[in-house]
């Protein structure tokens, strides 16, 4: 039985962003951290990458779409995800490719907890807070029943819902976060608690401008360190949480 988990989603290669979750004291604390995807896509993808490296056997890491995308070899069709794929080392390539899709802890208050990137099924697969009680019958479907929480990312918006007797969380993204800037993480057990940690988002973007070597770097970082994309926006590019394709995130 774990008593503390902290959840980090979506980091997508924002080192200060990180760096300012891993200094929460509920994180530093924590006897598990779960990394449900999407970790190096992004700016500074070897730096990030070798911080989680350094939490040792605390960390759990799942697999996302984009570190999936990260050594297929081809286009993923966003630009920083291309330019990410190449600055990796061999040895954290090889980490990325034995990362598995799902996982499941046994957490103090909540029981058997599910862990995944987008949906249990497919690390590509979209779901929002509100998208229709069939679907996510259907997204559940190969859950076991003895599960009583699932938390997913992909999204990069955080909420919990109830549905279908199953508790669903979403911690939000660390590192691209959309509607509200910060890096937004969960913590859980005995309960659950969605949490946001702010930094210095200028000098976050002015760090990643000077270090990360992406020629579009300080846009970037401009754009989605300071949430631009409003959660409005977001939901209306996702559509109803039917489809698959994430609004420009390589989420």
């Known amino acids: 039985m774990t008593n503390r988990v902290a959840v980090l989603s979506d980091i997508h290669g924002v080192l200060p962003a990180l760096e300012a979750v891993l200094a929460e004291p509920d994180v530093r604390t924590a006897d598990r951290i779960v990394l449900t995807g ?3 896509a992004g700016p500074l993808p070897v730096e990030t990458l070798d911080l989680l490296d350094s939490l040792g056997d605390r960390a759990l890491w799942i697999n996302g779409n984009a ?7 081809t286009p993923s069709g966003f630009p920083i995800s291309d330019w990410a794929a190449g600055q990796l080392r061999p040895e954290q ?3 990325l490719a034995a990362l598995p899709a799902t996982a499941e ?3 103090d208050g909540l029981g058997r907890v599910l862990f995944c990137h987008a949906t249990p099924r497919d690390d590509e697969e979209i779901v929002l807070v509100d998208s229709r009680a069939d679907r996510w019958a259907e997204v559940l479907s190969t859950v076991d029943r003895g599960i009583g929480t699932v938390v997913c990312g992909h999204t990069h918006m955080p909420y919990a ?3 279908h ?3 669903v969380v979403n911690p939000g993204s660390v590192g691209m976060p959309y509607g509200r800037p910060g890096a937004h993480w969960a913590l859980l057990g005995p309960g ?3 949490r946001r940690t702010a930094y210095d988002y200028t000098a976050a973007c002015t760090r990643i401008a000077s270090t990360s070597g992406f020629p579009d770097a300080a846009d970037w970082a401009d754009l989605y360190i300071h949430a631009r994309a409003s959660a409005e926006d977001a939901i209306a590019a996702f559509g109803p949480g039917d489809g698959r ?3 420009g995130s390589a989420g």
Request: charged share 40%.
């Open 38 to 40: 999407d970790l190096a």
């Open 67 to 73: 570190d999936r995308e990260l050594i297929q070899g």
């Open 93 to 95: 390539a090889d980490r």
């Open 105 to 107: 802890l046994d957490i």
């Open 161 to 163: 819902r109830l549905v």
């Open 165 to 167: 007797g199953r508790l």
């Open 192 to 194: 659950v608690e969605l």
């Open 245 to 247: 394709d994430a609004p």
